[in-house]
């Protein structure tokens, strides 16, 4: 069966690209993700954020009571070698890259646009095929209106494409009043491809402590319907590629990503809880099905369930509600 | 300077550990202050895989004493190796023994030592020689070094001679003056070293080594028929030393151009008056010659010893103008009950024996006298100097005399001029006041880095801190000048100060210092235009007088902008640069900015760019301040302490904390190092920016932080409401709850705020949550500033009222324990310590029936460092009676301690029944047989002791006199010895083996940080696998030992390993079950540090995570439960919930590794996983845990 598949001018054997997350952040996972039949790989994120957290963090402790009593001026060795940056990223990037022969996409969280674009340099010097820009800004401020949003995510791009020739996808979340305008700005500002959707730690309360606390609840399958919803929308109004992000669980929700328009889906949560090899019955499944259904290729069904190819197109503009009324 | 050497601004420690390590293959290390520094760096070098000069990395072995790096000294140069140490003070005398065997083997090895008194009336880790001359007998050749470029120097110099002599030599420099100073200086390449280095040698060294290829015996004992001659056979190799130490002397010369003698005479050839003197004093002291010849028209010279031993009388007296009419030999030590000190001796012997043999050049026998200075870094002055020479002028000048010190007990001390001066104008005298948190201290060695070795300028920097760990208060003495600068003491005269600090004008005139004309920068909060006004009147006063240029930064504020805390250093820095006109601004700036990614580089970019940032906008915000022509303020500084102090704090204590305890004189000091309790109770501190304010509607009273408060600055009190007459305004009081309290009373939760450091443990803590608003709790930070006046009367009210009855108090419970008075407050500590809370909780419950044995380290120092000390006796002037011996002893000494007390407990019981016709039988028998197991039962006791006392007052008896001397030894007393791991698991493990299976009834409490924390996070046997400490730089790779296991294997021994921020209530049953067990009891406790790298804020209910993680599991092992036909051991904490990952990753310890070796790091950190795994199915199994689960 012919599962290739083009993705930001990247040749993949087939749509199945694990996503960033634990999975890829060992060299020895990734090696067992390759042989399980994924067609590329996309790293964990770099969050510059965390690094600029990290230096600072660690420099207040390697500081704190220093040079303030005579029998202890410090408390730690002297480090000769530099090692808050992102060093150990691009190592492994480097290890990655020599032990996988599968095409490596990098991921970064910037929050500088010196940010964005050193590191990804540095991502693509340190051997990645491709970057993929994970922006996230949550505006709270009562300022910040949604087209200085937009602003934002437009100029990281633009600067970071004009950096570099890899090519780079722009993963986003789904809270844009207007994302299909969105994405075709992102499309026109040079984006090879847009991820569907982000996937956001979410605030928790407990209520024994009173505390706020963040979480990260593993994606259902339902999860993938906003996704398939917009790659549908999308799929022929922007050029980049589109990928499918969260709650791709089966080879049935790989099927309907890419009939919605998807040219390849990125899987995460049930790739940890199932483990690596999980991918292969994934790829087998969708193997047999498309042969059981008769089908050449994965591109001669890449996009038949997109909305402007669907016989009802005003079912991706629907409501729920709406959809379950007419149902009814 | 040559040119063409690598010049290098360094501090002496630096400067013989370069060459030491270069010329070692072996070197073993331990840590102790002011040595401590070498052996970190030939580690962190050795981690690094830095060569030596023949191209392979010396192997570096941390020992678990100076004794023990001594043996592994001496086996290794037995074996061939070239080996070395360094060490001070203790540590040298742990080593005697070796060096006599090390020496007496003819064996060459140099030890490099960073000399430091040795305890006496007390410790200190100040610099004198005391220690050095405590190893004269050993045979070891003394080579003693005065600057940094001689420590540098002749530690090369000192390898080089002991290669050919044979003997092995201390190679020593002043600890603190000479260890501690900054100063440029020219480093010596690895070619020099090479040339000063003769293989040959060395190989001759190799030649001599144990080989089972070549066998021989070495270390033979011997009989009264060879002993003494064999002893004799060295004398030709010390009657060659002093000629091959000159030749190295000169071949080093031919090499570097730097010329150096075993005396080096410095002076007119026709001096008539000399001082001899070695070491960092020898500069000072040349200093004032070349002034006094050159202005005063005086014939004075120096000679400094640089060899002391061997004694070379040939060099000694040809190096002496023939024209010397009076010499003065100065001594930095002390030998009570001489005749004179070993220096003095010395000379004295030599120019004797000269004078009687005739090779000494004078025509008359010169009047020689000697003198002590500089005792434990006592200030050595030119002032002092020229006292010296003064007294030589006299026909019969004072002999044995002191100089520096005002001793009006015996008359010993020469009077000086404070005014007199030696300084040229032409030096830079910058003059820095800080805080040991705002870096003063960092940004000053940039800057002397900056301008050592980017200028033409010779430059020096020393740096003087205080004894307290939290808020201390650090002054940095700055010297820059054209010319090379051998003033080694401290700037009295500046032309540039520094405060960076506003409320440092509170407590001290720093203008005091201030020569005419110069700049005073203030760090201050006030507007520019309200500065002038802000300072006190005496401030106003010198700078109108002497014409001060005054000018002032918010240095806060722009740290606050540039996210930076309360690092002001590289602001205060930039300022310094400005406006002291040393370099032009620019260039300033951008040299400031090189060093900054020089020394902020490797911590990432983010801290690099604030610091940027922070320069750049520092300019804009500095002002010069406009001086009014008159004084204007009315400011006073308030007196040290109050009036209602007793005496010796007013007289002695207060002078101390004022900064004027040089001028205390021998007469107000104890002569036998006894202190009273309760002192730190006056130094009112005030270092809290913000403290915890009490809300009374929030608070469910549980007491948890009064018992985690590590500086017993929150306490609670239950009263009666009679007590709130007279009360503050302010004061605040609320209905106590809880059963068991009488109806009606009262609870009262007070802050001491001016002794509060803020660290914040309290609030963090709290358990108790502002329903309306959560992120408060009962205790929330507020500014101290506003509220420091009424809180501080409200502690004073507060302090008044009556604590609750020991005796009915149910002290296993948390809430009620914490009623009980702690008698240990304020200490010196770290803001947040986590070791301090369990001694004050000991203080609480045992404290007035205790006597502890403290070892050396952090608990001795914010235990027991002067000037004020946190012991405290209660109302009844009952409190714990505190006392250190050594580092290594302390469990010895806590049982002498406890048989004295068992003795005299035996005795007194004797003689109440020899006297029971006296006393009553009644009450004979009731004394007898006492049970004396809770506090109603102490209380009775004692009430019948004093019973005794009154009965047996009016007796002639000498039985009665003799139980009157030993009746109150018939109270229970609570033996405890005190101290962290480097001692109970390192140095003083042996003792406390022997002492834990003596079966005596002592309790041990192991304040277990898993470093060596006072002497700045060495590793110990009880650092755990994975984490970073000095000695173990690239992450410990062996496991933590456990102690607590080991000590359990004698089945008599009470153990409880507790972390009181993870579980009060276990920690609080460890702490009773301890005391009233009647062996011995071991409890160790999770301690928190500063060196772990964690938040001292969250240091407490991070411990949570040591023991949910498994690697701290807590738990009891109680024998009397044997006695039960219990199980002993009980597991007081759950399995691990979380990986150590978790617990481990939040510790910067930890954490660095995964970003300097991340491989080694993970593999680190899986193994740690191991042990904390296999250590926790060890215990289940102890506990009869898996025995219960398969029975189930």
Redesign the interface.
Known sequence: MDLKTSYMGLNLSNPLVPGASPLTADVESCKQLEDAGAAALVLPSLFQEQ??????E????????????????????????????PE?YL?HIRKVKEAVDIPVIASLNGITTGGWVDYSQLMVQAGADAIELNIYFLATGTEMTSGAIETIYSSILQETKLAMKKPIAVKIGPYFSALANMAKRLDDDGADAIVLFNRFYQPDIDLET??VKPDLVMSTQYANRTSLRWIAILRGQIGASLAASQGIHTHEDVLKMIMAGADITQMTGSLLTNGNSYLSTVLENLTRWMEEKEYESLEQMKGCLCMKSVADPAAFERANYMKTLYSW | MSSASNVVTIEGNEAAARVAYKVSEVIAIYPI??S??MG??A??WA??DLPNIWGTVPLVAEMQSEGGAAGAVHGSLQTGALTTTFTASQGLLLMLPNMFKIAGELTSAVFHVSARSVSAQALS?FGDHSDVMAARSTGWGLLASASIQEIHDLALIATAATLEARIPFIHFFDG?RSS?EVMKINEIDDETIRGMIDNEMVRAHKARALSPDNPVMRGTAQNPDVFFQARETVNPYYAACPGIVQNAMDRFSELTGRSYHLFDYVGPEDADRVIVIMASGAETVEETVHYLNETADEKVGVLKVRLFRPFSMEHFTAALPSTVKKISVLDRTKEPGSLGEPLYQDIVTAIVQGFSTGIVPFSEMPVITGGRYGLSSKEFTPAMVKSIFDEMTNDTPKNNFTVGIHDDLSGSSLEWDHSFSTEPDDVFRGLFYG???D????ANKNSIKIIGEETDNFAQGY?V?D???AG?T?VSHLRFGKNPIHSTYLIDKANFIAIHQEQFFEKFEPLAKAVPGAILLINTTKPIDQVWDSLPRTTQEQVIEKGIDVWAIDAYEVAKAN?M?A?INTIMQTCFFAISGILPREEAIQKIKNTIKKT????????VE?NYAAVDNTLVNLHQVEVGDTVTSTLERKPIVPDHAPEFVKNVTAEIIAGRGDDLPTSLLPADGTYPLSTTRWEKRNIAMEVPVWDTEVCIQCNKCVMLCPHATIRAKVYDPKHLEGAPETFKSTPVTGRGFPEGWLYTLQVAVEDCTGCGVCVDICPA?NKAE?KLKAVNMEPQQPIREAEAANWEHFLGIDDYDRTALKTHLVKESQLLEPLFEFSGA?AGCGETPYVKLLTQLFGDRTIIANATGCSS?WGGNLPTTPYAANKQGRGPAWSNSLFEDNAEFGFGMRLANDKQNEYAKELVSRLEAEIGQELADEILNADQSDETGIDAQRKRIAKVKEILAGSASSTATQLLTVADYLVKRSIWIVGGDGWAYDIGYGGLDHVLASGRNVNVLVLDTEVY?????QASKATPRGA???FA?AGKPLPKKDLGMISMTYGNIYVAQVAMGANDTQCLKAFLEADAYPGPALIIAYSHC??H????TTGMTHQKAAVNSGHWPLYRYDPILREQDKNPFQLDSKAPSIPFEEYAYKE??F??L???K?ERAKMLLKEAQEDVDRKWESYEKLAGVVAKKEED
């Open positions: 690094i600029m957290h990290e230096s600072e660690l420099s207040r402790r390697m500081l704190e009571g220093t040079e303030s009593f005579p029998e202890a001026l410090t408390y730690f060795p002297n480090f000769e070698e530099g090692f808050i940056g150990s190592e009173l505390e | 202050t002011p401590s520094g970190e760096m580690d962190e981690a690094n880790i603190f501690h805080l040991g948190a870096g003063t201290v960092g740096f801190y004894s307290k760990k201390s650090t996210k805390g690092r902020y580089g490797l911590k990432g970019e983010a801290v604030q949550k959560p770290c120092i924390s006072n002497t700045g996070g970073v400490a000095k730089a500063i060196a790298g964690v938040d001292m910067t310890r954490k660095v995964t970003k300097t991340p």
